[in-house]
């Protein structure tokens, strides 16, 4: 199996019989098994293969590829400041800071969308698949932690 860019910013894959020249890396479960179970999909979303330990399954030069295109799809901050959490009809309008720049998101049913990873971690995730962080609510500014309590 091959994986590499080409042209490049395009991730390909190579195997045996086959070459797929769009792949997309996916979390299958990203919150239960983080690092785990990563499948590879085609250009129209349709699975070409699972790797259960993709970090030892692919060598570094692989992984490394794969990562970048993970983080793009995956990261999209940690919040570092709440300015606004503001619910309308079921809806939370968010305005943060994060390690990233400013941010403005909106998420549905945050009994859902908004995921305990630990006693003080947080994952929010909008209503576009966005993921953003708050590593540790206690680091938060105490305008911003209010907020967040009110919220979820």
């Not at 998101?105 to 971690?121: C, D, H, K, M, Y």
């Amino acid at each position: 199996m091959e994986i590499f860019y080409m042209p490049e910013g395009r991730l390909r894959l190579t195997t045996d019989d086959r070459s797929y020249l769009s792949v997309k890396p996916a979390w299958a479960a990203p919150l239960t098994y983080p690092g785990r179970y990563l499948s590879l999909v085609d250009g129209k979303g349709k699975q070409i293969m699972m790797l259960t330990e993709p970090q030892k399954e692919l060598t570094a030069e692989q992984w490394a590829l794969v990562s970048n295109e993970l983080t793009h799809r995956y990261l999209n901050g940690k919040v570092t400041k709440i300015h606004e959490a503001k619910e309308e009809f079921g809806a939370t309008y968010w305005s943060v800071e994060t390690d990233r720049g400013h941010k403005e998101f909106v998420t549905q049913s945050l009994q859902e969308n908004a995921q305990w990873l630990g006693p003080r971690q947080l994952l929010i995730i909008d209503v576009d698949g966005n993921r953003f962080e708050v590593p540790d609510i206690d680091l938060l500014d105490p305008a911003s932690r209010k907020l967040l309590d009110r919220a979820v």
